[in-house]
């Protein structure tokens, strides 16, 4: 894979000087299109072996173009805040916004590679993170994203010459960096987003590749006409909604619990929650915990019972509602992403990033391509999240149609209850079957092992509150139990 970035190519300084006049103008004008045009975002991966001129590359970019829309970032070795959270979460945090560049000098991909160089990871685990990766990546390119990958690359002998010049120990044996590295970019180096190995040797033909791949890029995506807009590959098509099992149908949604055994549960539930929570093993942890319903289900008096038996310093709660400006010009975890807690730590979720397959896509807010690929990309985010010990407590808040109209009602008559209620409940109301399907689908294709859904028949608000709490106790005691 890298024999070709060994050849001794080399540029002239005139012929180089006369092309890259016309290159940096053609960028140049590519970076403001981009910005005009707003649609995509932009981001380039830097990556490579020591000396092949990386760094080098990244301030010729900010050079030819304008630095104040490319967003640079650079990944040393992580905070102790970033370690608390997820590998991918710096990431996901710093991506570009629609009409920017953005260029990662190192990024995901760092961390498998050195790991499997140090003999950290098995080649089992290595092949899985690539597998990971790659679905990101996917992702990103489903989003919209131009995602732009470049490997510089030099020989053993040119590599040794430059770090003693520079008087820099390599950061790894080059033969097994080279090994493991050319196995990753086989592994990841996709249709949607090929790694583009770079010659190093001689650094006015390393700028001109660069940058003329760059310009291509930039001009390709760029001529593509709204009309002609890529439709990201969906899934096979669901059942018919009357050939499918109704999960919340089956539910047993009135269940009894008097005010007196309510408030002794109460009691000794949040009692329990409070103290796995103070306990030296839940430092090794984290909890997301997500509520989901139909409208007023009581997933707001759920979370604040479970939020009443926390330290307020432990917990964040985040109140999903319609994205914002900057929300949207990002992929659609993103906001989501920024969210993820550090270990010791809750993050509650009044509705989720499962909106894209219940509102968004009843309310056709979105393409059904977007809606069906988004099952596949939630259940790779939860994924992620359980491997590095975030326990993810899933829960729907199930009512009957009957008593979402008595609350509706109850709600209207209540002085201090009024600001629950909206003329867009009453909308939603009328597409209650539509709203059930959807939450059907989601629960049969979301509820894993690893992130199972607790359906909580909610009729009564006792008896919902303290499954609510029952659940997350237990779920978390699991978690500590399989860290002994």
Request: with cysteine; proline share 6%; hydrophobic share 40%.
């Amino acid at each position: 894979m890298f024999e070709s970035a060994n050849l001794n190519h080399n540029v002239g300084k005139a012929a180089y000087r006369r092309e890259e006049a016309k290159l940096r103008e053609q960028l140049l004008d590519a970076q403001y299109d981009l910005k005009q045009d707003g649609s995509f975002a932009v981001l380039i991966l830097i990556a490579g072996v020591q000396g092949a001129g990386r760094g080098e590359t990244v301030n010729q970019l900010n050079e030819w173009m304008d630095p104040r829309h490319i967003l640079t970032h650079a990944f040393p070795e992580p905070t102790q805040d970033e370690l608390e959270r997820p590998e991918q979460w710096r990431y996901w945090r710093v991506l570009p916004p629609k009409g920017k560049i953005g260029v990662f000098f190192g990024a995901w991909h760092t961390g498998p590679i050195m790991r499997r160089v140090q003999g950290e990871t098995s080649d089992s685990e290595f092949a899985y993170e690539s597998a990971q990766i790659s679905r990101l990546e996917k992702m990103l390119y489903d989003e919209g994203v131009l995602l732009l990958k470049y490997w510089f690359h030099v020989s053993a002998k040119k590599q040794q010459k430059r770090l003693k010049k520079a008087g820099e120990k390599p950061e790894a044996p080059y033969k097994k960096l080279v090994k493991v590295s050319e196995t990753f970019l086989r592994r990841t180096s996709m249709a949607e987003a090929p790694w583009l190995i770079i010659p190093g040797t001689h650094p006015r033909f390393r700028a001109l590749t660069f940058g003329r791949h760059l310009r291509a890029a930039l001009r390709e995506r760029l001529g593509v006409k709204p009309t002609a807009k890529r439709i990201p590959a969906r899934t096979p098509p669901l059942l018919p909604p009357d050939e499918r099992l109704n999960l919340l149908s089956a539910l047993k949604l009135d269940q009894p619990m008097s005010k007196a055994a309510y408030e002794r549960s109460l009691d000794h539930w949040q009692g329990r929650l409070n103290a796995l929570s103070r306990s030296r093993a839940f430092k090794s942890i984290a909890v997301v915990s997500v509520f989901e319903g139909m409208d007023a289900a009581g997933k707001g008096s759920a979370i604040r019972r479970v939020t009443r038996a926390l330290d307020a310093r432990l917990y964040h709660t985040v109140a999903v509602a319609a994205p914002t400006e900057e929300e949207r010009a990002q992929p659609y975890l993103w906001r989501f992403w920024r969210h993820v807690p550090r270990r010791g730590r809750f993050a509650l979720f009044d509705r989720s990033w499962y909106g894209r397959v219940l509102v968004e896509r009843v309310e056709q807010l979105c393409p059904e391509p977007d809606w069906m690929r988004a099952y596949s990309e939630i259940n790779d985010f939860e994924q992620t999240l359980v491997r590095e010990r975030i326990v993810v407590v899933k829960f729907w808040l199930a009512i009957s149609k009957d008593e979402q109209l008595r609350r509706f009602r109850q709600r209207e008559k209540t002085p201090f209850k009024r600001f629950k209620i909206t003329p867009e409940d009453w909308r939603n109301r009328k597409k209650w079957d539509a709203y059930e399907t959807a939450a059907c689908d989601m629960v049969d294709r979301t509820s894993t092992a690893i992130a199972p859904w607790t359906l909580v028949e909610a009729n009564n608000k006792y008896y919902a509150r303290i499954k609510v709490l029952k659940t997350l106790c237990r779920r978390i005691e699991d978690a500590l139990e399989k860290l002994k």
